[in-house]
Nanobody, 115 residues
Framework: QVQLVESGGGLVQPGGSLRLSCAASGTFFSIYPMGWYRQAPGKQRELVARITSDISTNYADSVKGRFTISRDNAKRTMYLHMNSLKPEDTAVYYC?????????WGQGTQVTVSS
């Protein structure tokens, strides 16, 4: 059974920073690609950043240069460092793990960027 638990969301002013964490249970954490997605009100869920087992990363164009995804396999934890936050980054952020055709999701953590 895979469980993903996000933390670190909150309210931040424009230009501020946050670090999201995703703690995972289940075996063989290190071999599976993982990602961060987000969903704003009235919009579809979108990929923010993804990291593979060999630490290859890719980012949505809207966050390139501002967000950094990383993973600590020993701690079974994935991170999203978010800098220079903008109001349009406001969304619920979800952690995702890809196990073949099966996608597992966390419950989400709210990020609100507002003055």
């Amino acid at each position: 059974q895979v469980q993903l638990v996000e933390s670190g969301g909150g309210l931040v002013q424009p230009g501020g920073s946050l670090r999201l964490s995703c703690a995972a249970s289940g075996t063989f954490f290190s071999i599976y690609p993982m990602g961060w997605y987000r969903q704003a009100p009235g919009k579809q869920r979108e990929l923010v950043a993804r990291i593979t087992s060999d630490i290859s990363t890719n980012y949505a164009d809207s966050v390139k240069g501002r967000f950094t995804i990383s993973r600590d396999n020993a701690k079974r934890t994935m991170y999203l460092h978010m800098n220079s936050l903008k109001p349009e980054d406001t969304a619920v952020y979800y952690c995702n793990q890809e196990r073949g055709r099966a996608f597992y999701w966390g419950q989400g953590t709210q990020v609100t960027v507002s003055s």
